[in-house]
């Protein structure tokens, strides 16, 4: 039979062996909850991931695309061709000398000089001045007056052309200009109206003479 001392030595063996059995039980639980908890955390990081992945990709393609400057648009002109100053002289004396050829030759009822009018035109220039001489002929009209060449500028040079090219607009004054018969009645009066652009195309000759080749008016003549 045990004494009281020794059975209040086994309840303290007892209570401390419980003890350290619900320490243990305790550890044990937490050591599964972090078990558990760790693989989580590890799916968490790897599906966050790729989106910042793709986040910090984006980024650099997004500043990338705004520093990089937009295309040209479809169709933008190429830059104009500086014209040489002894070109621009010589084909804005050329046309101004058409102008004046052109009335010389209306002023009368003969033929123009053909070789003439061959120095400063080609082409339909030259053809559409030979039918109205004709036409003037045919009635009997002449001009009286001179046309004024008021302004002369180059908007198109073409050195690479075959021939090479020249445009020129050319506000051409004809309010002094009438068209008259043989007697002299009048046919067409000149006015202040009669002041219209010319655009002027000419080519340059083997002799490189530069004439005028076609002449033609845009849908708003005025200048």
């Given amino acids: 039979m045990s004494t009281p001392g020794q059975a209040s030595k086994a309840r303290s063996r007892t209570t401390v062996i419980v003890a350290a059995a619900a320490v243990l039980a305790a550890a044990l639980v937490v050591l599964l909850i972090a078990t558990q908890a760790s693989p989580g955390a590890v799916r968490s990081d790897a599906q966050n991931g790729p989106s910042q992945s793709a986040s910090s990709s984006a980024a650099p393609s997004a500043a990338s695309s705004a520093a990089t400057p937009p295309p040209a648009p479809p169709g933008t002109a190429a830059p104009a061709v500086a014209v040489p100053a002894p070109v621009a002289a010589s084909v804005t004396k050329n046309a101004a000398a058409y102008v004046g050829t052109t009335a010389t030759a209306l002023a009368t009822v003969n033929p123009p000089d053909k070789a003439q009018l061959s120095a400063l035109a080609t082409g339909s220039a030259y053809d ?86 076609q002449v033609t008016f845009p849908d708003n003549p005025d200048c």
């Avoid at 068209?179 to 009645?185: C, E, N």
């Fill in 128 to 213: 559409s001045l030979m039918a109205k001489a004709s036409e003037f002929k045919a009635n009997g009209w002449h001009l009286a007056g001179k046309p004024k060449v008021v302004s002369t500028k180059v908007v198109r040079y073409e050195p690479g052309a075959e021939p090479p090219t020249v445009t020129l607009n050319v506000c051409v004054d004809s309010s002094a200009v009438s068209v008259l018969t043989s007697a002299g009645a009048t046919v067409q009066k000149g006015s202040a109206r009669d002041r219209s652009l010319n655009v002027m195309t000419l080519v340059q000759s083997a002799t490189r003479t530069w004439l005028v080749s």
